[in-house]
Nanobody, 116 residues
Framework: QVQLVESGGGLVQAGGSLRLSCAAS????????MGWFRQAPGKEREFVAT????????SYADSVKDRFTIYRDNAKNMVYLQMNSLKPEDTTIYYC?????????WGQGAQVTVSS
């Protein structure tokens, strides 16, 4: 069983940057695809970015493309989301997700607030 813990959220002004981190324990992440999702109150959880187990393939939601970068360090069992040019509409809770076949796991979430 993989446990995920997000960190790095906080308050930032519009146009600023934050880096979210996702630390895994329990098992190595090297065999898992990893992703970031976000969910605002009263809304469905939405896809933000994903990265393949080896890190060679990434994909992004159109709303964050060219602003956010997902990357991973399998040696450290870490996944990151670098968020640049943040906008107020990026304000929400961000979740880290692991996927291996039909199995998924989620972190507890990290709040990101972007002020205008």
């Amino acid at each position: 069983q993989v446990q995920l813990v997000e960190s790095g959220g906080g308050l930032v002004q519009a146009g600023g940057s934050l880096r979210l981190s996702c630390a895994a324990s329990g098992r190595t992440l090297s065999n898992y695809a990893m992703g970031w999702f976000r969910q605002a109150p009263g809304k469905e959880r939405e896809f933000v970015a994903t990265i393949s187990w080896g890190g060679s393939s990434t994909s992004y939601a159109d709303s964050v493309k060219d602003r956010f970068t997902i990357y991973r360090d399998n040696a450290k069992n870490m996944v990151y989301l670098q968020m640049n040019s943040l906008k107020p509409e990026d304000t929400t809770i961000y979740y880290c997700k692991c996927t291996k076949g039909a199995s998924n796991c989620w972190g507890q979430g990290a709040q990101v607030t972007v002020s205008s």
